[in-house]
C-alpha cells in the first residue's frame, strides 16, 4: 500500500468503517511509513482539541461514533488539491494545449498546397496573348521533343522538333 | 473546467471540417504570394565550320555543355530577359531584336523542406510581323530554384538541311 491509499483510508479506518483486511493493510503501512504515522497523530490531536473545545461549548455528549464519523467526514471532504503544471492548473493547460495542436493541425492543412490548375488557353487572359491567337496560333502544329541527358555529366536538353521553325532570319 | 477536452476536441474537429478561404486566383488568402524571378537568355545555334560564338558565352559552362550534346558550334546570344512572377501568375517577356519572340509562362511553387521546384507551363512562339504566328515550344517545366534549364528548337531533321536552333537558358529564383 502506498502512501495516497493509506491516506483515503486511514479515517475511514478511525471510523472502524473498512473492512478487516483493509485496515489491517492500512494498520501494516502505517507500521512500515512514520509519515503517515505522524499525520495520524496529527488527525488524533486534532480530534481531542475539537473534544476539549466541545466540552467548553458544552457539546460534549457526542458518542466516540460519532466524533470518529465527524472526523471521517472532515478529513475526506477537505479540500481537494488541483494537479498543477508549472504551476499552472492542469486541465485548462492540457485543454488549451490540446486546442493548439488541433489549430496547428488544421492550419497546416489549410496551408497545404492545392494542385495547380490545368493550364488552358483560357488561363491566359494576357491581351497581347489573344492578339497572337487571333493571328493563327490556334493551328497548332504538332512538336515533338526529346531530352538529351550528357552520360558524363547528367546535363539535360529538352530538344523540340517543329516542322515551321525557319531558324532566326536575323541573327546578328 | 471538466469539459475543457472534450470542448477543444469539437473544437479541433470543427476547424479541420472549416474550408480554406481561398482567393479567386488561387492564391491562399491573407499567406503573401511567393515572387519569382525568372532569367531568360535567348541563343541561336548554328553549325558552322569555325567558332564564332560571342565573348560572352564562350565560357559559359552551359554553353560547353551543349556543345559537347548537340552538332552547334556557333552560339549568338539573341536576348536576354527577366520575369518577375508571382504563383499562377501567367507572365511573358518579348524576345528578340525585332521582337519577334514571345515566352509566355505560367509558374507554379512546390516547396517543401529541402527542395524549392518550379513547375511551369511555357510557349514560346514566334510573331514576326507580316507572317503567320507559329508555337514553337509549348510544355511544362519543372525547374529547381536557381539551376539554369535548357530548352531548344529546331526543324526535324531529314526534312531540311538543319543548320540552326534557338535555344532558352531558362532559371528561376524564389524572392521571399
Not at chain 1, 509519515?35 to 460534549?60: I, N
Request: hydrophobic share 40%.
Amino acid at each position: 500500500m502506498n502512501c495516497k491509499k493509506a491516506e483515503r483510508w486511514i479515517p475511514l479506518a478511525a471510523g472502524n468503517d473498512l473492512s478487516a483486511k483493509k485496515a489491517a493493510a492500512v494498520r501494516g503501512h502505517l507500521e512500515r511509513c512514520p509519515d503517515c504515522r505522524k499525520d495520524v497523530a496529527e488527525l488524533e490531536q486534532a480530534l481531542r482539541a475539537a473534544k476539549t473545545l466541545a466540552g467548553a461549548e458544552r457539546a460534549g455528549d457526542w458518542s466516540e461514533a460519532e466524533w470518529r464519523s465527524l472526523l471521517r467526514i472532515v478529513t475526506a471532504g477537505g479540500i481537494k488539491k488541483k494537479r498543477v503544471w508549472a504551476g499552472l492548473p492542469l486541465k485548462p493547460v492540457l485543454a488549451g494545449g490540446l486546442g493548439l495542436v488541433f489549430l496547428a493541425f488544421g492550419s497546416f492543412l489549410l496551408l497545404k498546397k492545392s494542385p495547380a490548375p490545368p493550364f488552358t488557353q483560357a488561363s491566359f487572359k494576357s491581351p497581347s496573348l489573344e492578339q497572337v491567337q487571333t493571328k493563327g496560333l490556334n493551328d497548332l502544329p504538332k512538336i515533338t521533343s526529346k531530352t538529351i541527358v550528357s552520360k558524363e555529366t547528367g546535363f539535360k536538353i529538352i530538344w523540340f522538333y517543329n516542322k515551321n521553325f525557319q531558324g532566326d532570319g536575323f541573327g546578328k | 473546467m471538466k469539459n475543457g477536452l472534450p470542448a477543444a476536441f469539437i473544437a479541433g474537429l470543427l476547424l479541420l471540417s472549416f474550408k480554406p478561404a481561398f482567393a479567386g486566383d488561387g492564391q491562399r488568402a491573407g499567406a503573401k504570394p511567393v515572387e519569382i524571378l525568372f532569367t531568360v537568355q535567348l541563343i541561336l545555334g548554328s553549325v558552322s565550320d569555325e567558332d564564332r560564338t560571342d565573348e560572352s558565352l564562350k565560357n559559359d559552362p552551359v554553353i560547353k555543355e551543349i556543345r559537347s550534346l548537340m552538332k552547334y558550334r556557333t552560339f549568338l546570344l539573341l536576348d536576354t530577359s527577366l520575369v518577375r512572377s508571382k504563383e499562377r501568375e501567367p507572365v511573358q517577356a518579348i524576345l528578340g531584336k525585332q521582337r519577334q519572340y514571345i515566352l509566355f509562362l505560367n509558374p507554379t511553387f512546390d516547396t517543401d523542406d529541402k527542395d524549392e521546384n518550379i513547375r511551369t507551363e511555357i510557349r514560346f512562339s514566334y510573331n514576326f510581323p507580316g507572317q503567320k504566328g507559329t508555337d514553337l515550344i509549348q510544355s511544362t517545366l519543372a525547374l529547381k530554384s536557381g539551376e539554369r534549364t535548357v530548352l531548344g528548337v529546331s526543324k526535324p531533321q531529314g526534312i531540311e538541311p538543319v543548320d540552326q536552333g534557338l535555344i532558352l537558358i531558362i532559371s528561376g529564383k524564389f524572392i521571399r
